[in-house]
């Protein structure tokens, strides 16, 4: 797979960093991943302005990546190269050499990778991770490189034969999983943490609240215990990738599946993608 790197295109075996890099020695960096669908990106324009959010807060040259149409411009030259019409797109902006506190340069990486596998009627097994938390702060929403957090509570998982598991914050509550946002039904409502809590601002998540109350559904974000969660009559995890997933056993309870399908049937037949 060829790379873009800084407006290059690169052999994907590239050396790209430098002992010195910011991003690997700190994790100084932002990142997002846009599904490619038929050479369309979907939901581009959220994607760029949770990604310009985070460059602003972590002091990355905006200008770098340029506006939305530029962006999209070098994702698509990237896929033609790659010969790809579906794909996962991966941007990655850091600050390239220095120490902690110098203000360095910008840099980013566009990669393409493949979509994985999502076999229809294939559902989750999910459980509480109770081994770190998610501090609910300034930087809690963003998708940035410091991923360790995640990075532990998808081990942990793996470790259990799970498929992904539940990450609380410092207070205890339901922030999200390792790749997703957390969603639980109960008497027919659809209750997910509100950004307050800690979650990433997932762009599925964003659409979902906007256009699940257009089809008749009545969602709420609240502040979410893991009692809640477990007492959950359905649990469904979402990202920009997979969409929805249903939980169909979480802590070795049984759940069904019912209202995530017809999630799914419902967005698909008002010609959502």
């Given at each position: 797979?060829?790379?873009?790197?800084?407006?290059?295109?690169?052999?994907?075996?590239?050396?790209?960093?430098?002992?010195?890099?910011?991003?690997?020695?700190?994790?100084?960096?932002?990142?997002?991943?846009?599904?490619?669908?038929?050479?369309?990106?979907?939901?581009?324009?959220?994607?760029?302005?949770?990604?310009?959010?985070?460059?602003?807060?972590?002091?990355?040259d905006c200008s770098l990546i340029g506006n939305p149409d530029q962006l999209k411009a070098q994702i698509i030259d990237l896929l033609k190269?790659?010969?790809?019409?579906?794909?996962?797109?991966?941007?990655?902006?850091?600050?390239?050499?220095?120490?902690?506190?110098?203000?360095?340069?910008?840099?980013?990486?566009?990669?393409?990778?493949?979509?994985?596998?999502?076999?229809?009627?294939?559902?989750?097994?999910?459980?509480?991770?109770?081994?770190?938390?998610?501090?609910?702060?300034?930087?809690?929403?963003?998708?940035?490189?410091?991923?360790?957090?995640?990075?532990?509570?998808?081990?942990?998982?793996?470790?259990?034969?799970?498929?992904?598991?539940?990450?609380?914050?410092?207070?205890?509550?339901?922030?999200?999983?390792?790749?997703?946002?957390?969603?639980?039904?109960?008497?027919?409502?659809?209750?997910?943490?509100?950004?307050?809590?800690?979650?990433?601002?997932?762009?599925?998540?964003?659409?979902?609240?906007?256009?699940?109350?257009?089809?008749?559904?009545?969602?709420?974000?609240?502040?979410?215990?893991?009692?809640?969660?477990?007492?959950?009559?359905?649990?469904?995890?979402?990202?920009?990738?997979?969409?929805?997933?249903?939980?169909?056993?979480?802590?070795?309870?049984?759940?069904?599946?019912?209202?995530?399908?017809?999630?799914?049937?419902?967005?698909?037949?008002?010609?959502?993608?």
């Amino acid at each position: 797979m060829l790379l873009n790197y800084c407006g290059k295109l690169l052999p994907g075996d590239s050396p790209l960093f430098t002992a010195q890099s910011k991003l690997v020695k700190y994790g100084y960096g932002v990142f997002e991943t846009i599904r490619c669908k038929a050479s369309q990106l979907l939901r581009l324009d959220a994607h760029y302005e949770r990604l310009e959010s985070g460059m602003k807060l972590l002091f990355l040259d905006c200008s770098l990546i340029g506006n939305p149409d530029q962006l999209k411009a070098q994702i698509i030259d990237l896929l033609k190269a790659n010969e790809k019409t579906d794909a996962v797109v991966r941007i990655q902006v850091f600050q390239k050499e220095g120490r902690l506190s110098d203000m360095t340069e910008t840099g980013f990486l566009i990669s393409v990778q493949e979509v994985p596998v999502i076999h229809p009627g294939k559902y989750l097994k999910a459980g509480f991770y109770r081994g770190a938390v998610k501090s609910m702060d300034t930087l809690s929403n963003l998708k940035h490189s410091n991923y360790l957090p995640y990075a532990l509570t998808a081990m942990y998982a793996s470790s259990q034969s799970w498929d992904d598991a539940i990450l609380l914050n410092q207070e205890g509550r339901v922030c999200d999983s390792s790749i997703a946002n957390v969603f639980a039904v109960k008497q027919n409502v659809i209750y997910t943490p509100t950004l307050e809590e800690g979650c990433v601002a997932g762009v599925f998540r964003k659409f979902l609240l906007e256009t699940l109350p257009k089809l008749g559904y009545e969602i709420k974000e609240i502040k979410m215990t893991d009692t809640f969660l477990q007492e959950a009559e359905e649990i469904f995890l979402t990202n920009t990738v997979r969409g929805i997933q249903s939980v169909e056993n979480f802590e070795n309870r049984r759940l069904p599946v019912s209202f995530g399908k017809m999630i799914v049937k419902d967005l698909d037949q008002a010609g959502f993608q």
